[in-house]
């Protein structure tokens, strides 16, 4: 589960593409329904778009291909195919793809070895949502835009 | 079990949980398992494997499980609803994925599986290979369990005889 906070979420000024002024769309890849579930609440609190989800690394692989997303959030430990194994052949078929790592595993060996093999970046969880905001606009780049302040987390 | 093995998962716990339910937690007991284990409720078991292996199982009381999920989903979740197991799997995986990073960047490796619903009433008690520890978390909503049953393996005591 992402948003460890409970209750209320809180708003951020929304992150939107700076190609379309459209909402950022992710595709939320865990095994967990419940972190999925969270971690979408968070993303609609950054003003982003689910594009899609997946509960494994495979899964992972053609949802990507069928909802083509502007960031993958991507756990590392699951079935059938890891997240790392899954961000390297996303990568490697999509060199624009951005994929950031979310994982409780976060040593440095796994980090390492997430970001060597394509990952952009990596979130620890339980995810803090102002980490995993910041985390975005970095990862977008100029490819991204905050929109006007909505909320205190702007 | 070394105290170095244990500390982590304590340290991992006290993150988690204080940031999840958004208020301090206080350790409670901790007791070697003697007799076999007895599931409390909800209950979440993680296996490891590489130089240090064995089990942990993360367990709650399915009040208290209803209670930690509902906060953490921010939204009163049934006592019955699959997504109050969902939520205590999800819990083991960040407080053991936590401590598990600790004990990686202390230079121990090991694989960790992804947890799954342990539905069996009892489970295996300590032996002279492994001991059974269970740590008790008070948090405001209720007791957390941690039974935890690692050993060294021998590439790991290999490792740290030198």
């Given at each position: 589960?992402?948003?460890?906070?409970?209750?209320?979420?809180?708003?951020?000024a929304?992150?939107k593409?700076?190609k379309?002024?459209?909402?950022v769309?992710y595709?939320?890849?865990?095994?967990s329904?419940?972190?999925?579930k969270?971690?979408a609440?968070i993303v609609?609190?950054?003003?982003?778009?689910?594009?899609?989800e997946?509960g494994?690394?495979?899964?992972a692989?053609?949802?990507?291909?069928?909802?083509?997303?502007?960031?993958?959030?991507?756990?590392?430990?699951?079935?059938?195919?890891?997240?790392i194994?899954?961000?390297?052949?996303?990568?490697?078929?999509n060199?624009?793809?951005?994929?950031?790592?979310?994982?409780?595993?976060?040593?440095?060996e796994?980090?390492?070895a997430?970001?060597?093999?394509?990952?952009?970046?990596?979130?620890?969880?339980?995810?803090k949502?102002?980490v995993?905001?910041?985390?975005?606009?970095?990862v977008?780049?100029e490819?991204?835009?905050?929109?006007?302040?909505?909320?205190?987390?702007? | 079990?070394?105290?170095e093995?244990?500390?982590?998962?304590?340290?991992?716990?006290?993150?988690?949980?204080?940031?999840?339910?958004?208020s301090?937690?206080q350790?409670?007991?901790l007791?070697?398992?003697q007799?076999a284990?007895?599931?409390k409720?909800?209950?979440?078991l993680?296996?490891?494997?590489?130089?240090i292996?064995?089990?942990?199982?993360?367990?709650?009381?399915?009040?208290?499980?209803?209670?930690?999920?509902?906060?953490l989903a921010?939204?009163e979740?049934?006592?019955?609803d699959?997504?109050?197991?969902?939520?205590v799997?999800?819990?083991?995986?960040q407080?053991?994925?936590n401590?598990?990073?600790?004990?990686?960047?202390?230079?121990?490796h090991?694989?960790?599986?992804?947890?799954?619903?342990?539905?069996?009433?009892?489970?295996?008690?300590s032996?002279?290979?492994?001991?059974?520890?269970?740590?008790?978390?008070?948090?405001?909503?209720?007791?957390?369990?941690?039974?935890i049953?690692?050993r060294?393996?021998?590439?790991?005591?290999?490792?740290?005889?030198?």
């Amino acid at each position: 589960m992402e948003s460890e906070r409970g209750g209320d979420m809180e708003q951020f000024a929304a992150i939107k593409r700076s190609k379309d002024g459209q909402a950022v769309r992710y595709l939320i890849v865990d095994d967990s329904v419940f972190a999925r579930k969270n971690l979408a609440r968070i993303v609609e609190s950054f003003g982003g778009e689910l594009a899609g989800e997946a509960g494994d690394g495979v899964s992972a692989i053609s949802e990507y291909q069928r909802t083509k997303p502007d960031i993958v959030l991507m756990d590392i430990t699951m079935p059938q195919m890891e997240g790392i194994e899954a961000a390297e052949k996303i990568v490697q078929q999509n060199p624009d793809a951005r994929v950031v790592m979310v994982s409780s595993v976060g040593y440095q060996e796994n980090i390492v070895a997430a970001l060597q093999r394509g990952a952009r970046h990596f979130v620890q969880k339980p995810v803090k949502p102002e980490v995993l905001y910041e985390v975005i606009k970095y990862v977008l780049g100029e490819d991204g835009v905050v929109a006007a302040a909505t909320g205190a987390g702007a | 079990m070394k105290m170095e093995l244990i500390q982590p998962f304590i340290n991992a716990a006290d993150a988690v949980l204080s940031q999840g339910l958004n208020s301090p937690m206080q350790m409670g007991n901790l007791t070697m398992e003697q007799d076999a284990y007895r599931r409390k409720g909800v209950a979440a078991l993680v296996e490891l494997s590489g130089d240090i292996e064995g089990r942990i199982i993360f367990d709650v009381a399915p009040r208290t499980a209803t209670q930690i999920a509902s906060k953490l989903a921010g939204a009163e979740l049934p006592e019955s609803d699959a997504m109050v197991r969902e939520a205590v799997c999800e819990l083991a995986n960040q407080v053991i994925g936590n401590a598990i990073a600790a004990l990686n960047d202390q230079g121990f490796h090991f694989r960790v599986h992804p947890p799954r619903l342990h539905t069996s009433e009892h489970g295996a008690r300590s032996t002279t290979d492994i001991e059974a520890m269970v740590l008790c978390f008070e948090t405001s909503s209720g007791s957390v369990y941690m039974n935890i049953a690692l050993r060294y393996t021998n590439s790991a005591e290999a490792a740290t005889a030198v």
